[in-house]
T-cell receptor, first 111, second 115 residues
Framework: KQEVTQIPAALSVPEGENLVLNCSFT??????LQWFRQDPGKGLTSLLL?????REQTSGRLNASLDKSSGRSTLYIAASQPGDSATYLC??????????FGKGTKLTVNP | EAQVTQNPRYLITVTGKKLTVTCSQN?????MSWYRQDPGLGLRQIYY???????DKGDVPEGYKVSRKEKRNFPLILESPSPNQTSLYFC??????????????FGSGTRLTVV
């Protein structure tokens, strides 16, 4: 059974800092990995999708990497801003179409 | 705009009163799914549908029903809601992998409170 773990559970940084969020998964036979952002009580916004054949994807200040063989992904946020404060969720799609989520990293960027 | 639309956004109901949460997508996606999100437990899959008339249980199906009569719609039915079904619910859809999955799109969520 696929399990997804995100470390740390919470992170507080000063504005302007570069940071890395970590995601690990137990079964490397994945189809793709998706990073989402969730604001409190709100929906999930897709940030980046990495197909299993890809190593990384970039969007603006965000960069996500995937090492399928070791079961790891990282989300790098450059020059963090208070507006980046949210919970970041990692999810993997495996043998079925099912998406399995980690429990998220709650990020707070302090002005 | 490509989207998944859920209604209602907020719902307060009483124990035992049947309710339906609607979900519709305009992306011609085959695969649709319902998740619930609870503090400390994360997002868990309730039911999913691979295509029209094909549905199956996810990880936490007890107390829920679904139907998939049309490709675009996937309603979630609570026939006799109980307080432990108080949660934040999300509908999601994606292309199936044979057509090249482009990732999941999620609805905005339905905050359900059962008193």
């Amino acid at each position: 059974k696929q399990e997804v773990t995100q470390i740390p559970a919470a992170l507080s940084v000063p504005e302007g800092e570069n940071l890395v969020l970590n995601c690990s998964f137990t079964d490397s036979a994945i189809y793709n990995l998706q990073w989402f952002r969730q604001d409190p009580g709100k929906g999930l916004t897709s940030l980046l999708l990495i197909q299993s054949s890809q190593r990384e994807q970039t969007s603006g200040r965000l960069n996500a990497s995937l090492d399928k063989s070791s079961g790891r992904s990282t989300l790098y946020i450059a020059a963090s801003q208070p507006g980046d404060s949210a919970t970041y969720l990692c999810a993997v799609q495996g043998g079925s179409e099912k998406l399995v989520f980690g429990k998220g990293t709650k990020l707070t960027v302090n002005p | 705009e490509a989207q998944v639309t859920q209604n209602p956004r907020y719902l307060i109901t009483v124990t035992g009163k049947k309710l339906t949460v609607t979900c519709s997508q305009n992306m011609n996606h085959e695969y649709m799914s319902w998740y619930r999100q609870d503090p400390g437990l994360g997002l868990r899959q309730i039911y999913y549908s691979m295509n029209v008339e094909v549905t199956d249980k996810g990880d936490v199906p007890e107390g829920y029903k679904v139907s998939r009569k049309e490709k675009r719609n996937f309603p979630l039915i609570l026939e006799s809601p109980s307080p432990n079904q108080t949660s934040l619910y999300f509908c999601a859809s994606t292309l199936n992998r044979a057509r090249g999955s482009d990732g999941y799109t999620f609805g905005s969520g339905t905050r359900l409170t059962v008193v």
